[in-house]
């Protein structure tokens, strides 16, 4: 990994897995699938472990981020503005990302190259290609998930089918004829991870230390990993199950271990994300890439490469006024018509008092019901006009005013009473019209 290559040599340092990155998911890992992470989360990213290449030295300034992915000395980040930024060893480019690269929806890094999944469904790749790992078929289109190996590139397919290009040793990219119906994949060094539509899991490649061999009966998979030599797998009750080799205790899963939403396989390490935020790794720490920094939450991705550990931690956006959360952060939800919100952080909105209203979502104030109008409950979401026979000179008001005796009103909505006219009179309030003086009477003035 960090010395020039002239032949297709291995580089020395063992990969890790790459992750699966499932295109309308922010999924990121050197061989994982995670959990989907919500559209609106955005956060940063700290790494721990290996740093020899500057893989774990993340970016000045580096927010924004919805996905990670790890590679054996190299880290990439997918931002929510769909750039990506790498760093670490770039050795063969790995590390160098196009200016014109953008729109992308999902991202995967193998040992020495980068691939990105585009919101067409086409698929661009950079860094070393010593077997063909960067050369993306022609008129590959449909793609939904990617993954690396070490020297191979595999993509999933909208129709649950998959293609996989690049080395080819013990049967990498020969896709088996029972791979139909995945809805994930996972690359490790030298072999494939699928998970079907039933919850059950397949694997082919190398199996020189067991790791294509997944454990009989194992079902209700949600999520699956590999790495160098082991493979590992989420079950919907939270739990994990690890098979392959344990020379490192990677595949023995800390005993009570549950509540897990996320996986990510090393190099001879295992790391999982659980519903409260917090990591635990365990297997090989060598360099530390298991020992999770103290007082780490708010995690809500994970990968590993080689080794080191990548978390995205979500950062805490407060709500804008005119929005509010149970939280009082991001994802917020517009105040409803009938309610405000006037200040940032908001876990509540608040509805329009009597005498105004907001005919709005996402409203910052009320409004108060204007002169001709009124309001009588609160969390309105619309004035009500005064009725013919009722005016409201003033406005917020809760009523209106009866017109009274020598008066009328004739329309609603009024904002006065209008005297009789000579020759008329009114001897009620509320008056529509005036009533003409009769035969043998007269009214003289207004």
């Known amino acids: 990994m960090h010395r020039a290559m002239t032949s297709p040599a291995r580089p020395h340092t063992r990969l ?25 989360a955005s956060g940063t990213v700290v790494v721990w472990g290996n740093n020899y290449s500057g893989q774990a030295n993340v970016p000045a ?26 760093w670490g060893d770039n050795t063969y480019g790995q590390s160098t990302v196009s200016s014109s690269l953008s729109g992308v929806t999902a991202i995967a890094a193998g040992s020495v190259h980068t691939v990105a999944l585009k919101p067409d469904g086409t698929v661009v790749a950079w860094g070393a290609n010593f077997y063909g790992q960067t050369n993306v078929p022609s008129g590959l289109a449909g793609v939904i998930a990617i993954t690396a190996g070490e020297f191979f590139t595999a993509a999933l397919k909208n129709d649950g089918t998959f293609v996989a290009w690049g080395l080819n040793g013990s049967v990498l990219t020969t896709v088996p004829g029972g791979a139909s119906e995945v809805t994930a994949i996972a690359a490790g060094w030298t072999h494939m991870v699928a998970l079907k539509s039933d919850g059950t899991v397949i694997a082919w490649g190398s199996n020189a230390y067991d790791m294509a061999t997944v454990p009989a009966g194992l079902s209700d998979v949600t999520a699956i990993g590999a790495s160098f030599s082991h493979s590992t797998a989420l079950k919907n009750d939270g739990t994990v199950v690890g098979w392959g080799a344990n020379f490192a205790g990677q595949v023995t899963v800390p005993t009570g271990l549950s509540g897990v939403t996320a996986i990510a396989a090393g190099n001879s390490y295992t790391v999982a994300l659980k519903n409260d935020g917090t990591v635990v790794g365990w297997g090989s720490n060598t360099v530390g890439q298991t020992s999770v920094p103290g007082g780490l939450s708010g995690v809500i991705a994970i990968a590993a490469g080689a080794s080191h550990t990548v978390a995205l931690q979500q950062v805490s956006v407060p709500c804008q006024p005119g929005t509010f959360s149970a939280t009082g952060s991001e994802p917020c939800t517009p105040a409803p018509a009938g309610s405000f919100v006037t200040g940032a952080g908001a876990t509540e909105s608040t509805l329009c008092p009597i005498g105004t209203f907001s005919a709005i979502a996402g409203a910052i104030a009320c409004t ?10 609160s969390g309105a979401s619309a004035a009500i006009p005064c009725a013919p026979g009722y005016y409201q000179p003033f406005e917020a008001q809760s009523s209106c005013n009866l017109a009274p005796a020598g008066s009328f009103v004739g329309t609603s909505g009024a904002t006065a009473a209008t005297l009789c006219a000579p020759g008329t009179f009114s001897t009620i309030s509320g008056a529509l019209a005036c009533t003409g003086a009769p035969a043998g009477s007269y009214v003289t003035g207004a």
């Open 16 to 40: 890790g897995l790459t992750l699966l990155l499932l295109a309308a998911l922010t999924i990121g890992q050197f061989g994982v699938q995670q959990t989907p992470v919500e559209a609106a």
């Open 61 to 86: 300034g580096l927010s924004g981020v919805t996905a990670i992915a790890a590679g054996s000395s190299h880290t990439v980040a997918l931002k929510s503005d769909g750039t990506v930024v790498a």
């Open 368 to 377: 108060p019901a204007p002169a001709g109008f009124f309001v009588d409950s």
